[in-house]
């Protein structure tokens, strides 16, 4: 059903023929026809022909009458082609029929780990944990709706020194009002009063230092202790992740300290592979091609110089089991830019170890930072972190005052409802629909916006399509014949038929904008259509023909907007 793809096919046996060799069609869409095709000049050169000659030698060689009506070349040597309205009607009748629009199963499902999020155990989640959670969610759902086995990872900062002075402090505080504290959601001043204690009283220093030793010994009242700051920090991600509206559970989470009993048996399996040398008292690795500004090898530290175990240490064991033990071939790390250096050089680790050998293959989903209006890196009036809930308690307001403004008949439940779908989608919808190796600026007038590129934008029409029908009081028939004939109607059936491809492309590269770019393609597609094209004015075979293309363009918005986490609200 990919039309691009069709066309390629049909001209790439005919290129092959005149040139001896096969070669890319180069097919694209096109402002003078509903395609076109550039690969006879740069053919030309090779071939020592005109570009003309060679283009009109393969449209008479090409077999596209049943998909054509017209095979043209024009300019220096470019092939127009128009797609016949027949066979317009018969894709986008196909697609429509297909419960999936198209998209397959995968024929060989993969296992894939999507780490993302990652929030720290007695940590508020701020504006940077926003990026890796809306990212990683959009990858899981990508994925797992084409029928890979999809484990999401939540790789929490549950380990460490700090939890020592975190548990003094809870005792300081005593069980039942440290744990009322936590669940109301102000884990920074917990910790902030933890750490004023460490910084400024030696005696609870010591006991600090003499929990640490006590927690990685495993006495059971400490651990117990640990588990409930643990408990408390997990219910608090948790109403973040529903008001984020994002798929993580809790079985999802997987903390560092899952990890702690696999970093001994992974250091040592290093050692016995000959990767370990001794530097400046620490054991490291120095994977191939890691090199500083000055050129000197880089080392990637396992275990400290105090015998401790450090991140790379953590990150390498989670790999070992993640390939080993769970079988998966591709894994994700949804993190930021700035950590690539840190995981090329565990990728490569790993690869020297025999964890990382094809199939398996490990991907560093990078991406940048949010920015405020005057550029920089975003923060609260007071010069802190944002935290994330804030931030999307914000969008929500915004946008259910919005929500009552455009439409005072909505009640109030219904407007909370829509003000929840419309600010979430905004904020996701501003991460996902620019690269995300970019930073952004925060800009709520243009996320909320009702035109333009915009979450709200795409959620206005499928929301205009559901009107449609509630006005008409009938529903698409599936078996409606689709007869594209007007401009408007072919342009918004070529648009649909290119759904496919796109979901294919962006399951490989994970570059969700170029999704979010299509569907504001279709949406913008679908405007122009409902302003020249009469839905309900209409009878007979048009009536039905354009009540399916309505029908089928709501189902691709609503299942391209999901795979994106953004919710479809019926009215807006």
């Known amino acids: 059903m990919d039309l691009e793809k069709m066309l390629s096919d049909r001209l790439a046996p005919a290129f092959a023929a005149v040139a001896g060799v096969p070669v890319d069609p180069v097919v694209r869409r096109s402002q003078h026809a509903d395609f076109q095709s550039d690969a006879a000049l740069a053919l030309a050169r090779r071939l020592g022909r005109p570009p003309r000659a060679i283009a009109a030698e393969v449209r008479d ?72 959670t809306v990212i990683g969610d959009a990858a899981a759902r990508l994925l797992e709706w084409l029928g890979h086995r999809v484990r999401r990872a939540n790789h929490l900062g549950d380990w460490g020194t700090p939890f020592g002075m975190l548990i003094e402090h809870l005792v300081d505080r005593g069980e039942a009002e440290a744990a009322q504290e936590l669940s109301m959601g102000d884990l920074d001043a917990f910790y902030t009063a933890a750490r004023a204690k460490f ?35 997990e219910s608090y991600f948790l109403t973040v992740y ?33 990767l370990l040398r001794r530097s400046d008292g620490a054991d490291c690795v120095f994977p191939p091609g890691s090199v500083g500004r000055d050129g000197e090898p880089l080392p990637l530290i396992v275990r400290k110089s105090d015998g401790g175990y450090g991140y790379p240490a953590t990150d390498l064991a989670a790999l070992r089991h993640r390939t ?12 930021g830019s700035p950590q690539r250096r840190h995981f090329e050089m565990v990728f490569a680790t790993a690869a020297q170890a025999g964890w990382l050998a094809a199939p398996a293959r490990a991907e560093h989903v990078g991406f940048g930072s ?10 609260s009036r007071a010069g802190g972190a944002v935290k994330l809930v804030g931030l999307l308690t914000e969008a929500v307001q915004r946008a259910t005052a919005l929500a009552r403004e455009r439409n005072p008949e909505l009640g109030e439940a219904e407007a909370a409802e829509v003000g929840r779908a419309v600010g979430i989608g905004a904020i996701k919808y501003a991460d996902l629909s620019g690269d995300r190796h970019k930073d952004y600026v925060l800009d709520w007038e243009r996320m909320l916006a009702l035109d333009g590129n915009t979450a709200p934008y795409l ?16 529903a698409a028939r599936p078996d409606a014949a689709v007869a594209p004939a007007e401009p408007a109607e072919r342009a918004l059936a070529i648009e649909l038929l290119g759904f496919p491809a796109v979901v294919d492309e962006v399951a490989g590269s994970l570059e969700f904008h170029h999704l979010a770019a299509y569907l504001h393609r279709l949406a913008s597609a679908f405007s122009a259509f409902y302003e020249r094209c009469p839905v309900l004015r209409s009878a007979g075979p048009v009536l039905q023909s354009r009540l399916a293309l309505c029908d089928v363009t709501a189902r691709v918005l609503h299942q391209g907007l999901h795979l994106l986490g953004i919710r479809t609200p019926e009215r807006l």
């Open 459 to 474: 959620q206005y029409a499928y929301s205009r399509i559901r009107s449609i029908f509630r006005r008409a009081g009938v």
């Open 370 to 379: 949010i920015l405020g209006p005057d550029g920089r890196m975003l923060r």
């Open 324 to 335: 080993g033990t769970l079988g998966a071939t591709r894994l994700l790390y949804v993190v």
């Open 242 to 274: 529903d008001l984020l509206d994002v798929t993580l559970s809790r079985a999802d989470f997987r903390g560092e300290s899952s990890y702690h009993d696999l970093l001994a048996p992974t250091v040592a399996e290093l050692d016995r592979r000959g």
């Open 61 to 132: 060689r090409a077999e596209l009458a049943d998909l054509c009506t017209s095979v043209e070349v024009s300019g220096p040597g470019f092939l127009n082609l128009t797609v016949a309205d027949r066979a317009l009607g018969h894709l986008v009748s196909t697609l429509a029929a297909d419960s999936r629009l198209g998209v397959p199963v995968v024929a060989e499902p993969e296992t894939v780990v999507v780490d993302y999020s990652a929030p720290n155990v007695a940590k508020e989640m701020h504006v940077g944990h926003l990026r890796s």
């Open 199 to 233: 910084d400024h009283d030696e005696a609870f220093r010591e006991r600090s230092r003499l929990r640490v030793v006590a927690l990685q010994g495993g006495d059971p009242a400490t651990v117990r202790l640990w588990r409930l700051l643990v408990a408390q920090s």
